[in-house]
């Protein structure tokens, strides 16, 4: 029983441990990762796990905040201007005025099965309609309509609209998003205010979402 207990709470520790690293690193998505980044995040899997197979906290410990210092150091080198081209891929233009580069394709390892995937997934069935099509050095498709081929906006119409800032969460499961009141210019004692007069006296216990929409009216969602 000790055994199960001691081999449970190892196995809590390196979860944590683990997470705490990862976060520390980047806040990613695994498909926008670099290679060193997606590269160092395997081996601290492996290393963070060690104690689960030979007891030794402490070498893993060390060897995962190591290749986190690692990591931290190649992804600010990785910035400077020099050896960004070495450290991370390059955009490709793969599609250019409605004609496919096979060439940059074959060099890419990408097959026209692939590469029609991509663009149905941005809403384009036919190259024809395409002026470029970028491969992102994160592995992301970009891809540019024809002039004659991109949706109409209120500015190509001479309609004139007014900027309307973004509905923003200033309560969350009963607690004041402090960051976001100091966005919106707000305080503390205008918000109680607002609550009050919708009847809400103890927004913590009576509140689980407060939000601010685009036209500045409080919107409250009761617990």
Not at 76 to 102: L, P, R, Y
Not at 145 to 152: D, H
Not at 158 to 176: F, H, Y
């Given at each position: ?15 944590f441990f683990t ?44 060897g995962t905040g ?131 007069k919708q009847g ?24």
């Amino acid at each position: 029983m000790q055994t199960v207990l001691t081999y449970s709470v190892r196995v809590v520790l390196v979860y944590f441990f683990t997470y705490l690293s990862t976060r520390i690193l980047t806040k990613k998505a695994i498909a926008q990762m670099t290679a060193y980044e997606i590269a160092g995040l395997m081996v601290i899997g492996n290393v963070a796990a060690e104690p689960l197979v030979d007891k030794v906290m402490i070498k893993s410990v060390y060897g995962t905040g190591l290749l986190i210092l690692l990591m931290l150091i190649t992804s600010k080198i990785a910035v400077t201007a020099k050896f960004t081209k070495v450290m991370e891929h390059s955009a490709s233009i793969i599609i250019n005025d409605g004609q496919i580069d096979f060439n940059e394709l074959r060099r890419l390892n990408i097959s026209l099965n692939v590469l029609f995937g991509m663009l149905r997934q941005q809403g384009f069935d036919r190259v024809s309609d395409i002026e470029a099509a970028v491969l992102e050095p994160n592995g992301t498709l970009s891809v540019f309509a024809k002039a004659q081929n991109r949706p109409v906006t209120k500015k190509d119409m001479n309609i004139n609209v007014c900027d309307k800032p973004i509905s923003m969460p200033l309560i969350m499961n009963g607690r004041i998003v402090k960051e976001n009141l100091e966005y919106v210019g707000r305080s503390e004692v205008w918000l109680v205010e607002e609550l009050k007069k919708q009847g809400i006296k103890d927004y913590t216990n009576e509140v689980f979402l407060v939000e601010l929409d685009s036209s500045w009216n409080v919107i409250t969602y009761r617990k």
